[in-house]
């Protein structure tokens, strides 16, 4: 797969996380990591029912794709046990991806956790 | 820059810092004055981890960037963030996205898990 082709199925995933579509986002991933993706899926839905997703930058080498991307939204609901706070953020996240044959096989996040709980004042 | 160019240069870079003292004439070999907010960060870093480690895990050369996951390691022997010296290790991990050009580092964007820093700090988050 070309580098491009990796990057398509990391713009379809994080498109498809932006429209809450969890079935299309759950598709681009390998089988493997499908139970755990929709957990996943579902619980940023929950914590941030408004969520967008910005794309700030991306790049791509053999079957690696990383992505800094930010995501805006209203903490409506429960989100790593932490109630409604009812507060806005903008969340900045680096993903590093793995691609393999058109689907996402494996992610490393990293992330400003403390700078998110800041925003949701319970840090 | 050519893509092995950027990585090579990426690679001598953390190989040049990694585990040892980071004075600023050593780090403006490679840092541009564009990117002080970097040079500020290394010696914040360096004054209160003295030669920390940047242990590579994965590198993404595209085009002008290039894309570092890494652990960040040291002893906690000096202040820093207003946390007074704990004589604590840390490991750290993070991504830094850096934008090169002429062997220089001209502009990064870094996230590290802060969380898992001032746990292993041992401060209350």
């Known amino acids: 797969m070309s580098i491009a082709e990796n990057k398509a199925v990391v713009r379809a995933w994080l498109a498809a996380r932006h429209a809450h579509d969890v079935e299309a986002g759950v598709a681009l991933w390998v089988e493997e990591r499908q139970d755990w993706l929709r957990t996943a899926f579902n619980g940023f839905s ?20 990383a992505v800094w991307w930010v995501l805006q939204g209203t903490h409506l609901g429960t989100f790593r046990k932490i109630p409604a ?3 806005s953020v903008a969340w900045e996240l680096c993903d590093l991806y793995t691609i393999e044959n058109h689907q996402i096989a494996s992610l490393v996040r990293r992330t400003d956790t403390l700078s998110l709980y800041q925003q ?3 840090a | 820059m050519t ?15 990694s585990g040892k003292a980071k004075p600023p004439a050593l780090v403006n070999q490679y840092v541009a004055d564009s ?12 004054a209160a981890f003295p030669r920390y480690e940047l242990v590579g ?8 960037k290039v894309v570092l996951r890494f652990s960040w390691r040291g002893t906690h022997q000096g202040a820093f963030m207003g946390i007074p010296a704990t004589g ?5 991990p993070g991504i830094i996205i850096y934008r090169v050009a002429d062997n220089k ?14 746990q292993q700090l041992g401060v209350q988050a």
Request: glycine share 8%; no cysteine; aromatic share 4%.
């Open chain 2, 35 to 46: 990117d002080e907010a970097l040079k500020q960060h290394i010696a914040e870093g360096e």
């Open chain 2, 88 to 92: 604590r290790k840390i490991d750290v």
């Open chain 2, 57 to 64: 895990e994965d590198l993404i050369v595209d085009g002008d």
């Open chain 2, 3 to 17: 893509t092995a160019e950027s990585r090579a240069f990426i690679q001598r870079y953390a190989e040049a810092l």
């Open chain 1, 85 to 87: 706070t009812g507060k």
């Open chain 1, 46 to 65: 929950e914590g941030f029912p408004d969520l967008q997703v910005t794309i700030t930058e991306m790049m791509g080498e053999g079957d690696k794709v």
């Open chain 1, 120 to 122: 949701l004042g319970v």
């Open chain 2, 105 to 118: 580092i001209v502009e990064h964007w870094m996230q590290i898990d802060s969380m898992a820093m001032m």
